[in-house]
């Protein structure tokens, strides 16, 4: 499976950006894809996923209410609307794929076994 993702840049606080990524290859029965994202010295975190099956979602604190991510089934695609940006939103963020991902491991890196290349979202202040 491959990822590849697009969307990303340098936007003012209060800005919106638009993240997309697309799974292509190997079809997965049970698509569950996700962002995470990287803050420069900072661990990985959970961002937003979405289950291709039944669209169950899950965000991350600090995003929700700010965040929506979507999904369309037949492009195998996911995007990721960011709205009312703030600098502590600046990261590498990274989408990730996995299969038959249970509920409860939605947010964690380790559940998901594909990872795109990281697209820089700076927001400046």
């Known amino acids: 499976v491959q990822l590849q993702a697009s969307g990303g840049g340098l936007v003012q606080t209060g800005g919106s950006l638009r993240l997309s990524c697309t799974a292509s290859?190997?079809?997965?029965?049970?698509?569950?894809m996700g962002w995470f994202r990287q803050p420069s010295g900072r661990e990985r975190e959970f961002v937003a996923a979405?289950?291709?099956?039944?669209?169950?979602?899950r965000y991350a604190e600090p995003v929700k209410g700010r965040f929506s991510i979507s999904r369309d089934n037949a492009k195998n695609t996911v995007v990721l609307q960011m709205n009312d940006l703030k600098p502590e939103d600046t990261a590498v963020y990274y989408c990730?794929?996995?299969?038959?991902?249970?509920?409860?491991?939605?947010?964690?890196?380790?559940?998901?076994?594909?990872w795109g290349p990281g697209t820089q979202v700076t927001v400046s202040s």
């Open positions: 979405i289950r291709f099956s039944g669209g169950t979602m």
């Open positions: 290859g190997r079809t997965l029965s049970s698509l569950t």
């Open positions: 990730a794929a996995g299969n038959t991902i249970i509920l409860s491991a939605m947010t964690s890196g380790e559940a998901y076994g594909y």
